[in-house]
């Protein structure tokens, strides 16, 4: 199982906080997916044919405080992960700031570098393009600890977790529905299936998470 194999692989790398980890591989294609937690391996869109079947050990949920995380494996995939998403853009950051994190990293001074990075608006956050129905305007959708943001046209909105009441799938869509019954249900719509899928499942573990945090 795709959850028996990541904690094999841990256990070789002496990692013991494995929550906010995943493996991610690659198919025939070339597109990557991440190693669903509850499905056999080979079953999944692994390439038949690979030997040795090659994958790569990633953060999946970041840690909110990741300079307080004990295991020092961890917070150097933290390190390595947000320095490459400030790299290819995937994390803006203001200049002052992006110019303290440079320095650190030269200086592999990891503690000090998440401590700065945490701190960003952007840490944590997974983007992904959607649409809504009637709308073909591509916007993008991102998701964290907390909860969800949607820009549209350079305006934010925020959909937090203690707002939301179930997220569902339905084909293309991924569903939020609020806890108030006066908001009607917010609708996103992906390419295919497959991202649609994948964006419902950052969702159900990002959301899992701060169900588990704040629980009474």
């Not at 956050?125 to 964290?144: E, G, K, Q």
């Not at 707002?163 to 908001?183: E, F, Q």
Request: with cysteine; net charge positive; hydrophobic share 40%.
């Amino acid at each position: 199982m795709g959850s028996e194999f990541l904690l094999q692989v841990a256990s070789e790398l002496g990692i013991t906080d494995t929550q906010w980890l995943g493996l991610q591989y690659s198919d025939l294609h070339g597109r990557w997916w991440w190693l669903q937690d509850h499905k056999k391996v080979l079953a999944q869109k692994v390439r038949p044919i690979a030997d040795p079947l090659v994958m790569f050990l990633k953060v999946r949920l970041y840690p909110p405080k990741p300079s307080t995380v004990k295991d020092t494996t961890v917070q150097r995939l933290v390190f390595l992960q947000v320095q490459s998403a400030l790299e290819v853009g995937e994390l803006t950051c203001p200049l002052p700031r992006n110019s303290t994190l440079a320095s650190l990293a030269r200086q592999d001074s990891v503690l000090l570098y998440l401590e700065t990075a945490e701190d960003l608006e952007e840490y944590g956050m997974w983007h992904f393009i959607v649409t809504r129905p009637h709308d073909p305007i591509p916007a993008r959708l991102s998701i964290n600890s907390t909860g969800f943001s949607f820009i549209l046209h350079n305006r934010k909105y925020e959909f937090p977790f203690s707002d939301i009441k179930n997220v569902k799938i339905k084909k293309k869509r991924v569903v939020l529905s609020h806890t108030s019954k006066a908001i009607p249900d917010s609708v996103f719509e992906c390419s295919d299936h497959a991202h649609a899928k994948e964006l419902y499942q950052f969702a159900v573990l990002h959301r899992k998470f701060y169900l588990v945090k704040n629980a009474c």
